[in-house]
């Protein structure tokens, strides 16, 4: 795909009211998409909504991505209002933040659905719509924690893991069919998702520079485009998360230096965000 190939392809965005999925949003309808976006507040999805509808055609969807018949509802609509699927884009997630020690089994269960079950159900409604449109793309975005152990993000992390092992996967069985599928393996983006409970974050966390929701889009936009099957954000930390995943030894030892700038820089957010 060229970056104008967009232009009247139908996408479909998950936890699109907000941070990565408004991000995404505005980028693709300035490259002419028609959007399919979807959030659990029907509220907040309309009025972001109002704000594309002068540059494009837009359908909300006010829905759980965890509820399967939701789900099957979502596919056919959006395949009926516009006549063909060409792009989802997986982005909603949930974190119940907290040791796995912490966590309610509801709590749990409720992360795999919404991470983890849901895009590889959404991606299986999705696919025969894009393959019969002549070829698209899946994108889920992930996290850094789906590349490395994290502590105090157990189930979170798993779940990550795995929307990263099921993007290889499929991106090798689809490899020369036309659909494009990777993932955006972002470490802090500069949204609500982490700065609303900045307390409850791990400090480690802090310790990567941070991306904005833009850059995280434009990275989906390059995924959707077959550029490459996985962009990790910032890159460095990629590199710096495939260390620690090779070598657990080292991850331990850098562990405490990390927690240790990630500490200094929640200082710097959180005065930053008391002088706006």
Known sequence: MSTTSFKDKTVIITGASAGVGAACARLFARHGA?????????????????????QTKVMTVAMDVANETACIKLIEAAASKFGAIHVLINNAGLHHRGDFVSQTPENMAQMVDVNLRAPLFLTGLALPHIKKSGGGAVVMVGSLAGRAPLQGASTYASTKAGIRAFAYSLADELMDTGIHVGVVSPGPIDTAFIMDSIDEVEDIVYSQRMSSAEEVASAVLAIAE???????????????????????????????????????????????TKTH
């Open 226 to 272: 077959g550029e490459q099957v996985e962009i990790s954000l910032p890159a460095s930390a990629g590199w710096l998360t495939t260390l620690g995943y090779l070598l657990p030894g080292l991850r331990r030892r850098l562990r405490p230096a990390l927690y240790a700038k990630g500490r200094k820089n929640k200082d710097k957010y959180r005065n930053r």
């Open 34 to 54: 028609k959007l399919v976006l979807v959030a659990r507040g029907e509220k907040a999805l309309n009025n972001f909504a109002d704000t594309l509808r002068g």
